[in-house]
């Protein structure tokens, strides 16, 4: 049933562009809003960590205040708001610098995986037959894993563990979901009017591909980079904490601190609180705006 708010909208959207349609939408959109409000604090924090860190995060300052026969770790005081971790370094300092790491590791694993699922969508969408078929059964042997053992199997088979090797793992897991996604879209803008009428005046398949089908593609791809960065953050703190990250604990990441926590969770469970409310709050910032986003851009919601 069509209420009234949605007729108004309808009404007011008649003759205007999908985008600015879209913006429209986004706008009085309150899940939108907060949504991007954490993904914006969330990266205001990342860009100026070192600035708004009090301490450097692999000093162990308070380490004469940890008693490991008690089980002592430091409490908050002046300088130090949420105190310290087991061996004596400013947990607020370390969550600061640790969503710089997080940050980065999210954005360029979703960049790579978007750039691997282009370069096999676009092979697929705009060549069809054994082509699609080659491409589209290496894609479905890889979803048929889970995308958390898949980047857990990945990150093992290398022998060092660094950032980069998250990267790379939470990367290859993304790279078939664009480009399943991508390649559907293809395909359906292979039968399109403005495709057959490119195809009709001579235009060379290159051209038709590049400056008609993708363009129009990549629409919702987007959309979803939005969601899987959310994925990205989890899965990336999830290869963290098993052990799977930089060996080097004095750069911080929120995956990394959760799992150097896990041995002292019961009698000191802020020091996986606060990385694990992080990675949630976050988290749900990108699913917000890509669930807001999916939702604007949805043809049928102007009808």
């Given at each position: 049933m069509v209420t009234k708010t949605q007729r108004i909208d309808a009404l007011s959207d008649s003759g205007v562009s999908l985008t600015a349609s879209a913006w429209r939408r986004l706008k009085r959109s309150p899940v939108f809003l907060v949504g991007a409000s954490i993904i914006g604090l969330f990266v205001l924090v990342a860009v100026t960590a070192p600035l708004l860190a009090p301490h450097d995060p692999a000093l162990r300052l308070l380490e004469d205040q940890v008693s490991r026969a008690d089980n002592v770790i430091p409490p908050p005081q002046d300088g130090y708001p949420l105190g310290g971790d087991q061996y004596g370094r400013d947990l607020f300092s370390r969550l600061l610098l640790g969503s710089q790491q997080t940050l980065l590791v999210a954005v360029l694993a979703t960049v790579i995986g978007l750039g691997g699922g282009l370069l096999l969508g676009i092979l697929a969408g705009?060549?069809?037959?054994?082509?699609?078929?080659?491409?589209?059964?290496?894609?479905?042997?890889?979803?048929?894993?889970?995308?958390?053992?898949?980047?857990?199997?990945?990150?093992?088979?290398?022998?060092?563990?660094t950032q980069f090797t998250v990267i790379l793992a939470v990367a290859i897991v993304q790279v078939p979901i664009f480009a399943r996604l991508l390649r559907g879209t293809m395909l359906a803008q292979r039968s399109s009017d403005h495709v057959l009428a490119a195809r009709a005046l001579g235009i060379k398949e290159g051209a038709i591909v590049f400056r008609h089908m993708l363009p129009n593609a990549l629409g919702p791809v987007i959309v979803q980079s939005t969601l899987v960065l959310a994925v990205a953050i989890i899965?990336?703190?999830?290869?963290?904490?098993?052990?799977?990250?930089?060996?080097?604990?004095?750069?911080?990441?929120?995956?990394?601190?959760?799992?150097?926590?896990?041995?002292?969770?019961?009698?000191?469970?802020?020091?996986?609180?606060?990385?694990?409310?992080?990675?949630?709050?976050?988290a749900l910032g990108f699913t917000l705006v890509g669930e807001s986003l999916r939702d604007a851009l949805d043809p049928k919601r102007r009808r």
């Open positions: 705009a060549f069809g037959g054994w082509v699609d078929s080659v491409v589209m059964r290496a894609v479905d042997v890889m979803l048929s894993v889970p995308s958390l053992l898949l980047a857990v199997s990945i990150g093992a088979l290398f022998a060092s563990q899965d990336a703190a999830a290869l963290s904490f098993l052990g799977l990250g930089a060996a080097d604990d004095s750069i911080p990441e929120w995956g990394q601190m959760l799992g150097g926590a896990q041995n002292i969770i019961d009698s000191h469970p802020q020091l996986a609180f606060w990385p694990a409310g992080c990675i949630i709050v976050v």
